[in-house]
């Protein structure tokens, strides 16, 4: 078979590949959306982390088998908080409940996600939202779609005009993260048009590349919470760095995406 042949059944086998993630997001999804509505209350971290596992865990039971199904050789990645660079081959990173903590408190703002990566870069990835039942999947080279309609980054070229979000990776960062976090967006409030904040990342990402907002940085990180929005981020057209405008890699200490009419005042801003 030639190369070109070869590359073509690549590309076909991938696609099946997403359909069948996209399914596998939306089984889970349906499953938690079954536990949503009222607020859980806890009086201990302890009280908290056994809640957040719960949901984890229903996810879990749906997802695995069937992922592990499809790609029976690839790794499955245990902790959807690890981050920097993947063994070889190819490994599910998977957030069974991107947003967890909203789920609990009865917010909206909550999603599955499943991404292949393989040799450290991202495939595909299928994220699924199961309040609104949209899914978003994106495919290495074949785009960014949201329930089959293309997605596209916004067209603005002045960050003045631009609505941007940040996200904190995780409540209990250090302190010199906390700090450039905060000084971020200190400064994104004199350069932006509207500055939003919240977690997951995830959903910020997805506005990027439908290109709602026009930009989403964030310091430190995990692979879960970032592959997913960075590969349809690129897709969608936009444009992937750390904050000071170098290659992103999951071992960069910081992220950003955004549209490519914005992305270098976007990484003046942040350099400041």
Do not use: C
Not at 87 to 114: F, R, S
Not at 136 to 158: I, K, M, N, Q, W
Not at 236 to 252: E, F, K, N, V, Y
Request: charged content about 20%; glycine content about 8%.
């Amino acid at each position: 078979m030639s190369k070109m042949l070869q590359t073509t059944a690549a590309a076909a086998s991938d696609a099946d590949l997403l359909d069948q993630t996209a399914n596998a997001v939306r089984a889970a999804g349906s499953a938690l959306r079954e536990r949503y509505g009222e607020v859980v209350r806890y009086q201990t971290r302890e009280e908290l982390m056994r809640a957040l596992a719960a949901n984890d865990d229903m996810a879990l039971d749906i997802l695995r088998p069937r992922l592990t199904h499809l790609r029976p050789d690839a790794g499955w990645v245990e902790d959807e908080l690890d981050g920097g660079a993947l063994p070889p081959g190819e490994w599910w990173v998977v957030d069974p409940a991107e947003g967890n903590i909203n789920h609990l408190h009865a917010l909206p703002e909550w999603a599955v996600t499943a991404t292949l990566v393989r040799e450290n870069q991202p495939v595909l990835t299928a994220v699924h939202l199961p309040l609104t039942g949209d899914t978003y999947t994106a495919l290495t080279g074949a785009g960014a779609y949201l329930d089959g309609r293309p997605l596209h980054v916004s067209r603005t070229a002045d960050l003045g005009l631009s609505i941007v979000a940040t996200s904190q990776a995780r409540p209990d960062e250090d302190e010199q993260v906390v700090r450039r976090v905060g000084s971020s967006i200190t400064s994104m409030l004199f350069d932006a048009l509207v500055v939003r904040t919240a977690v997951p990342a995830t959903l910020h990402l997805l506005n990027v590349a439908a290109g709602r907002i026009d930009a989403f940085w964030q310091f430190a990180g995990a692979r879960a919470d970032l592959l997913p929005g960075a590969l349809l981020v690129t897709e969608a057209g936009g444009q992937i760095s750390d904050a000071q405008g170098r290659p992103w890699t999951p071992h960069s200490e910081s992220l950003l995406a955004a549209a490519p009419g914005i992305h270098a005042q976007a990484v003046a801003t942040l350099s400041h």
